[in-house]
């Protein structure tokens, strides 16, 4: 018989979700987690009650491996915010055609566009063109809880749907894809760059390696392997930690994109790096390189700069 999909209703409040959700490590707030929320809906209360707990989670995905439930966590968080958003809708692009292209396709985030130079070796590295509606008004959009008209979510879509393979920089989108694409093809930056010999052969093994959590927590169940060989072959430690969650800075998330509240990325940078022994930080995310050259003297390097 197939299990029905969990909800807050689900929650026995076993606190596991607080292992690696780095709202719970600033504020030891107990509403502005996972169990605080569940409890709280579980007691008749609305979104509306709930606004601060659900403007302050970063969406990073570490809470949804831990919950013995199989909550889907973010998924809910999201639904909330539907509900309650963060802020009034992005300005969406207008609907119109967009090329399609076939081959693999990079969908770039914020921080990784900002970068043409690293965005160009990143496409030439994995034989990619680049997406010419990138769906970063979308990832917005859903990250603040605001609606995504429909007609603009079917022009990004027609957009992708030649394309044999999606790369995603952003871990949230890449999440929205798999279940709007379903059948595609979709990796994660990370994952594409880091199964290429040519970028595997300049891994070492003093290396700390740092997992986007966003992706990771969308398949984690399937990418535990990959990082799995990955430590092994290389001999580099990750910040999979407390169970093989993947810890995350925060520092993509949107909270700073919409000028809100956002938690402190070095404190988290910080904890990532206690107890360590590294030589080099390899980062997946675009938006951590600056986080962690902030808190560290050892060189910072993305992925893609490899
Ligand atoms: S998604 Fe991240 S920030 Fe939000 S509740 Fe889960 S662990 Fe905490
Ligand atoms: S891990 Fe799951 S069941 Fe446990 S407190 Fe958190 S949300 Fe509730």
Redesign the pocket.
């Known amino acids: 018989m197939t299990r029905p999909a969990a909800s807050h209703s ?9 292992l690696a959700c780095p709202v719970w490590r600033q504020t030891r707030d107990i509403r502005l ?3 605080g929320r ?1 409890k709280a809906l579980q007691h008749g209360a609305t979104a509306a009650e709930l606004g601060t707990s659900i403007a302050s989670c970063t969406l990073c995905g570490s ?1 949804e491996p ?4 199989e ?1 889907p ?1 973010v998924d809910l968080i999201l639904d909330l915010r539907r509900k309650h958003p963060l802020a009034p809708a992005p300005e969406s692009r207008p609907a119109q055609a967009t090329a399609t292209v076939s081959g693999t396709l990079i969908l770039p985030d914020v921080a990784l566009r900002a970068d043409a130079a690293r965005l160009a070796r990143i496409a030439a590295s994995l034989g990619a063109g680049l997406a010419a509606d990138d769906g970063a008004d979308i990832s917005l959009a859903l990250e603040a809880g605001a609606r995504v008209p429909p007609a603009r979510l079917t022009q990004f879509l027609a957009g992708l749907a030649a394309a044999t393979r999606l790369v995603a920089a952003d871990g949230l989108l890449l999440r929205q894809l798999h279940a709007w694409l379903p059948g595609k093809h979709i990796d994660s930056l990370g994952i594409a760059l880091s199964a290429l010999p040519s970028v595997r052969s300049k891994l070492r093994a003093r290396d700390l390696y740092v997992i986007e959590p966003r992706a990771f927590h969308a398949d984690h169940a399937r990418l535990a392997g990959h990082y799995d060989a990955l430590r092994v072959d290389i001999g580099l430690e990750t910040n999979l930690d407390l169970q093989r969650l993947a810890i995350p800075t925060t520092a993509s998330s949107a909270q700073n994109r919409l000028g809100l509240r956002a938690l402190d990325a070095a404190e988290q940078a910080n904890w990532i790096l206690e107890g360590r022994n590294f030589e080099r930080v390899v980062v997946e995310d675009a938006h951590d390189c600056a986080v962690f050259a902030a808190v560290t003297d050892r060189p910072v390097v993305h992925l893609g700069d490899l």
Do not use: Y
Request: hydrophobic fraction near 30%; charge should be negative.
């Open positions: 689900s929650c026995s409040g076993c606190d596991l979700c607080l987690t996972p169990h569940a809470c831990a919950c013995p439930e909550i966590l």
